[in-house]
């Protein structure tokens, strides 16, 4: 989230599309009622299935799965056509003026695609999506918005193709739905207006994930929303600590901290920096990740401690290196796994026999380990996946072990919300049985695989011997006895490893003394005196006068403004900002767009507490960065963690384009791509299994038989999509086990809209089959006006809909059904990879 | 002390069934096992197990494919109790002083009379026949706690509170009158309701059944001349409602 839950409640408009927070995130509901009933706020809902957040709604606007960008992309140009666009905004603090590569074309000139593509390798060469510099090294802009080749003319261009007919025609969304939803959003391009959004897996789920958001991005700059109290883009998180896992690294391309992994040719630090660092010529731009040199070297130090020094490269070469072009997230792990690559496996925390798309595969792929450890809290349909449907245990060989763990209650620590908020959470209850921590478990693991290195060597022991691990008091044998959480907490806060001056100050200033805690990350440093687990942690956990203060265990209820900020309640990365990009959320004097909604504002009679001398400065929330306002000659632009400092509309970062493009899902029930006849699906993501010809079938024998998919096939006919429900838990490993959710959700359903289930003579409560080209399942029909057929087209479409919370092991017997995932492709999105299960096909019989 | 009551709010639940489980918690009543019906909602009927369900009702819409509407069936604390009227145990049923009708199994006979006597077809029978409802969480309630469902439910869709200040806060709200303001002496839950009760499966002008009142008038005072109340209540049961079946109670 770039705000937080609170948050919601400024809003003016609040968009919902790709969520469903009444079943899924029912506190956030708290906030949303609150903007409708109080502020007068309209909630629009945009979702296939009329769903329980869709009952909470000002507007319902039902759109096929996996549509997305035709419906924003129409909303884009709905608003550049009737000028609902925040000029001053977008001119000052976008990259709207830029002037792009004259050679740069669009899928408009190009049939579906960018300048730059090779079919071979399926990758844009990004030359011409470069932007035009001056002499100084700086984009060209045009601050008039109107040379043809600015980012401005060239985003108008490419949303001119998404006419209401043309998108009306693509989603099945009415035409005058369209519009009553882009003009409620539209209207709040003035300043005084607030729009806000909320997403989760409806949107990240695609093959066009990312650009589903970064749509949603170019809107929200457009309409000067970014920034300010009730605005924002806000990924609703899945579960109450997925921000902070990914915060500290659980995705394989990344450091704690969002630094970027290291790979084989990064071959020494000075590499790692040099070539990874973003630089700026434009002095007006903060550019924080020029930093980078500070962070991960203070990660380093934090790992390694004494065994990392400047002659050793602070033990870089002990950071596990990516293969150029090596991917290991989850699609391509458990392909890998399928081919037996793989001979161990550790499932921690996690179920993916069922939360895993293409869940048969993923269960064929479990065969093949020679071992595999699964801690939960109960036993899942991984652990026992040799015993289910399907399985020949007599031929299987995989050892499993089962390692019970705490759950949330029963142990102490730190859990980082949507909203960046870190908060000291103390255990309840001790852990029932032999159940452990995971810490503790971890600690276990570290301390045998630490002895196996050093009693056999092994390849490359170091990165494991030389870890510091100072977690606790040690026993005799070396092993820590009791994992002490705080320790961790502080190793990810930082250390001064030495007395820290301020090189810039005259006489240099001493910001650090040695050994304490450090005060956040603007004091560390890139010579080894610094040390930091997680550089956006740094201040969580920390020492003012001499006092340790665990930030995170703060309960101070004082707001700012009424805004819900309340910036003593435990503590927001980075530095307690509690709304990322404030700046834009004043004009470039300083003022706040709405006085109203101050989050803050420059004042410059501002007094030093402690001298009362003059110190102009900002007051309200943590500013991005202390400069003074942009118009300022010492001013600063308000995005600072991007090199340019500015709102990126065109993103040339991206692997699909700078502009997000239409491309229809790997199984979709049209022939063509309804906007270009030659790219049916995003042509740069990652393919399991071959295609052929302009609208992308399936080639014949284009892959293993599990990876095989159907589209616009008469055999599988329906749209489908998965969800969650709020009486269960993800793939219900909690739930399921608890009776009373049980009794409320008891067996896997299908919804299925009135018209298609008079269709097939199906009647509501009655057990059907569920099947796509992967699998099936078997499920209770839920006949109901909540699906309705959409218009695609001109052909009538039916979607349906069912959920993944159910698993074949428990209720043992059987009764509950089994994951939707088992109908789900091997298909993801081009940039993350993560898998598209929010849009395949499938076909309904009665079972 | 002044009367407590709940408002409960259409408008704001966003069905996510919280109430329905922290009751459940609060009380530690067990699961059924269920099996899907084809709705969301379940279980289908309020068991002694489930004093508190949400109902799902849908509803034709003009701008939507449907209008889903998430409503709370429970015992209504009425204030002139049809149960409490025909009930020939003393004690069995009782006001708290909140206003709570609540219930005593220890002294609850078994006979049943308080289902014919609730017009919401509110009180269940456990396995030992004894009598079950919800209770407003007498217990919290007593010690100054909010009920379990009110203090859960995230969107204050169910709100907790003296009565006469739920009444004024919901005017002040838009809402002129709440459903049971005036109805059986003023309902102890009220509801918000934006349009007329039968939209939302609720009965226009509950009433205790004429049997009822004419019974409790006439026959409950036997029970203190010294007849066995059990006896008076299968009398009762005989005359105004014929031979006592199961079925009635299911």
Redesign the interface.
Known sequence: MTNHWIDVKNADVILVMGANP??NH??S??WI?QAR?QRGAKLIVVDPR?T?????ANI?A?MRSGADIAFLGGMINYILKNRLYFREYVANYTNAAYLVNPDFKGPGQLDGIFSGYDEKTRKYDKKTWAFQLDEKGLPKKDMTLKDPNCVFQLLRKHYSRYTLDKVSAITGTPKEKLVEVYKTYGSTGKPNRVGTELYAMGWTQHTVGTQNIKAMTIIQLLLGNIGLAGGGINALRGESNVQGSTDHALLFHLLPGYLPASKASLVDLKTYIEKLTPKTKDPKSVNWWGNRGKYITSYLKAIYGGNATKDNDFGYAYLPKLNEGQNGSWLVLFDQMFKGKFEGFFAWGQNPACSGANAGKVRKALTTLKWMVNVNLFDNETGSFWKGPDMKPQEIQTEVFQLPCSSSVEKEGSLTNSGRLAQWRYKAVEPIGEARPDSEIMNELYFRVKKLYQKQGGKFPAPIINLTWNYGEKGADGKIKKLDIHRVAKEINGYYLEDVFDKKAAPPKQIGKKGHLATNFVTLQADGTTSCGNWIYSGSYTEKEDKVINMMARRGKKDIGGLGMYPEWAWCWPVNRRILYNRASVNPDGKPWDPKRTVIKWNPNKLDPKTKKPAPGWDGDVPDGPAPPMADEKGKYPFIMRADGMGAIFGPGLADGPFPEHYEPLECPVQENPLSKKHRINPTVKLFYGTTGPHDEPKKEGGSAEDIFYSCDIRFPYVATTYRV??HWQTGVLTRHE???????????VEIGKELAAEKGI????KITVSSGRGKVWA?????????PFKVMNATVHQVGLPWCFGWQYPENG?GGDSANLLTPTIGDANTLIPETKAFMVNIEKA | MSRKALVISPE?C?????C??AC??WNQL???????????E??PDLTPNLYNKIRYV?VPSE????????VSQRCMHCDDAGCMKICPAPGALFKTKEGAVGFDKEKCIGCKLCVAGCPFNIPRYDEKDKITKCNLCSDRIAEGLEPACAKTC???AISYGDRNSLIGKAQG?GYQKLYGEADLGGLGVLYAFKDAPKVYGMEENPAIPESVIFWHKVLKPLAYWGLGGAVVASLVHYVAFGPKKDEEVK
Not at chain 1, 763 to 766: T, V
Not at chain 1, 781 to 786: G, I, P, S
Request: charged share 25%; net charge positive; aromatic share 8%.
């Open positions: 009444a079943e029912p506190i509901m708290k009622m009933e009329f329980r957040t869709a009952s909470k319902y039902p709020s009486e009776p009373w959710q049980m009794e409320m959700m008891p067996q896997q359903f009647k509501n409560g009655d209770i029909a839920m006949v109901t006006d909540r699906f309705k009764s | 704001l966003i069905g996510c069934r919280g329905q489980t459940k918690s067990s699961a059924a096992k269920t099996t899907n019906k084809g709705t969301v379940n279980p849908e701008s939507n494919p449907v209008r889903w509407l998430f995230p969107t204050g709200a």
